[in-house]
Structure formats: C-alpha cells, structure tokens
C-alpha cells in the first residue's frame, strides 16, 4: 500500500542490456527509497562486467557501482547501507550467502561494497547449518588476543568454530584466558620465526587433518615520515604484515589440508586502498594484503579454495583509542554512516567469508568502513 514501509529493498539488475534499461532500476528505488527503515538494507544485484562479451551490456552493469554508492551516501544518515553482488554468469547459484550477510544485522559496517562471485558454487554445502555455519570446523586466528582479532575468535566461535587463536608470547596470558572462554587453543608463536609455520601446522594436525581457514589478522603500526623512518621500522613491520603472511600461506598450501573447502582471509587496510600520512610502511603492506588476493585468487580455486580480505576503516579499538579527540571525531564523520565502526563489524564479514555456504566468494577485498569517503 501506500503507507508501506520496508526494511529492505532489493533489485535484481543482473538482466539490464542497455543503459536505457536503466530506468527500470531507478524507478523501482524512486518510488521506494523514501519507504526505506532506518537502519534499512540495499542490495542490488548485477552481473560482473569483465566477464560480459557485449559491449552494451558491460557499460549498463558497471554503471550499478556509481548508483549503489550514491544510494548508499543518500541513506546513510538514517543508518541505512547499500550494496552490490556481481555474479559471474553462472546464474544466481551462490547468492544466498551474500544476500543473507547483505540483510543480515552483521553487515551494519559495510557499505558501499561490490561482493563478486567469481568461483562457480557446484554444492552449496547444504549439509551447514545457516545458524551455525562453522559447526565442529577449525579455524586459525592470528593477533587473536585483543581488539579485531579477539572480536573475530568470538564470532567464529558463537558460529560453531573451534578457534586456534594464535599471538605473540608476550600476550600468552590473555591469549590462553581469551581462548578458554571460547573453547579455543592458544598457541603463543612469533610469526615471523622461521619455524612458525610448521608449527601452527603441527597444532592443526593435533586437531583435525582439514583446517577450514586461516585470518591473517595480526598486524602493526610503525607510523613515522618517510624521511625519519628507520630501516628497521619498514623491514620489521613489512615483515610480520605481509610476509610472515606469505611464508605460512605457502606453506599450508604445500599440504591439502585447505583443499576443498578451505578459507584464507587477509585483513588489508582503509590505508592500502587510499593511502595515510605517515604510513608508507604500512600501506605498503596492506596494499601487498590485497595484492596476496588478486594473485593467488585463480590458484585457489582450481583447488576448491578461496582467498579474500577485509579492508578495515575507522574501527574504535584501544590502537584508535589513543588518537586525539577531533581527528577521531574527524573519522567518524568522514563515513556516510558518520560513526566509527566496531571490531565486530569486521568479524561479522570474516565469518561470513570462512561459512561453507560463501564457496562463490573469491578475490574480494570489502572494506568495512560505514562507506568512508576516503578512497571510496
């Protein structure tokens, strides 16, 4: 009726030839937008245009980027996000675990975003629960102690995950205590030490022979001008972001114990996509984040694994906690949401990225950002 109001609205424009058909797409929304809740959802649905032989039909289907991301700025004040889901012409097989996440209140963050599905979904593994996706599946988390990586340890494990959480000896303490609340194991391991990757694959092997996933989540900050950055600031903060990462990535792919199945997930950065003042060494290292996707992305499939990465914005955690009042507040206001997000909003996209049922989620890097307008 006239009155009705809707939570959600989406548009399925994975049929639009032309741009002319457009029009469709915005009549459906300019007669509904105003119905929208606060905190309502948007999801478009379209076609990935790099896979589209007809030059017409590309041009229409990469326009749905340019539109969501404006829909998204227009509902942003009343808390409300927008989204797009590229499928890749293999019709809407695999839609459902995007579409789910899209609606769901785990994706509060994110928004903005193009989630492609890139590898063909044959099973929907539909033997996994959709309360409890990662019933009895074992997953590893690194920098698992505190802030996201602890936010993700939680989510995985209220999804049915037994986590092996993984940090640096100095956290061992609040490691094993963060562990024992979640049934988890805690594995106190420096991760750039040469041996670090047969070990967490020994402490796999102890559990299970498969491993559903890995989250490459630990990280740090070594911020300083370029000019006054020591050797030792760069090599030692590259090394634990994005190359400790490589060697334990190769080194579980030297096994099978991801085949089929198995899940890894880089956390990239705001600032690998736009760039930050002051952190060249770091953005350097979650642009090769997003990098480790794009390369390794066709590699996995071929054995029925997936890669992606979470690209976190401003998130309120004890790191942003010590940055000064106004430039926080700076932060906040800088999204279309106009708040900083919550670890938990990245967790809610890595287990969504981990559940069997995202098996056609491949090569993504979503940033969880409200829609930041830097880079966007």
Not at 231 to 240: E, G, H
Not at 285 to 297: E, F, L, P, Q, Y
Request: contains cysteine; hydrophobic residues 40%; proline residues 3%.
């Amino acid at each position: 009726g006239k009155d009705s109001q809707f939570s959600h609205l989406v548009f399925d424009a994975s049929g639009l030839q032309s741009t002319d058909q457009a029009t469709e797409m915005y009549e459906f929304f300019h007669h509904n937008i105003s119905k929208l809740l606060p905190c309502g959802r948007v999801v478009i649905i379209g076609q990935q245009p790099s896979n589209i032989d007809n030059i017409e039909q590309a041009i229409a289907q990469r326009g749905l980027i340019g539109f969501m991301k404006s829909v998204a700025k227009e509902i942003g004040r009343k808390g409300a996000t927008a989204n797009l889901i590229y499928s890749s012409g293999f019709g809407h097989k695999g839609m459902a675990a995007p579409l789910k996440f899209l609606l769901s209140a785990g994706s509060a963050y994110t928004n903005g975003q193009v989630i492609h599905l890139m590898t063909p979904v044959t099973d929907i593994a539909s033997d996994h629960s959709w309360q409890k996706p990662l019933t009895g599946l074992l997953i590893i988390v690194t920098g698992a102690a505190r802030g996201i990586g602890l936010a993700m340890s939680e989510a995985l494990a209220r999804d049915g995950a037994k986590v092996i959480g993984v940090d640096v000896p100095q956290a061992q303490e609040s490691l094993e205590k963060a562990m024992s609340n979640l049934g988890g194991v805690a594995l106190a391991l420096d991760i750039t030490s040469e041996d670090a990757p047969q070990t967490l694959i020994e402490c796999c092997s102890a559990q299970t022979e498969k491993l559903q996933g890995i989250v490459h989540n630990a990280g740090i900050t070594r911020d300083k001008m370029l000019s006054r950055m020591t050797n030792q600031q760069w090599r030692l903060l590259v090394d634990i972001n994005i190359g400790s990462v490589q060697r334990i990535n190769q080194a579980l792919l030297a096994t099978d114990m991801l085949d089929q199945g198995g899940r890894i997930v880089g956390v990239a950065s705001i600032s690998g996509i736009a760039g930050n003042i002051g952190q060249s060494n770091y953005a350097y290292s979650k642009s090769a984040v997003i990098g480790m996707v794009d390369s390794m992305a066709s590699i996995c499939a071929k054995r029925g694994i997936t890669i992606n990465a979470v690209a976190p914005g401003f998130i309120e955690t004890k790191m942003t906690a010590a940055i000064p009042f106004v430039t926080r507040q700076f932060g906040r206001r800088l999204s279309s949401l106009s708040q900083g997000g919550l670890p938990q909003d990245v967790a809610e996209v890595v287990s969504f990225y981990l559940s069997p049922q995202a098996a056609g989620v491949n090569g993504n890097t979503v940033r969880v950002c409200g829609q930041s307008l830097m880079g966007a």
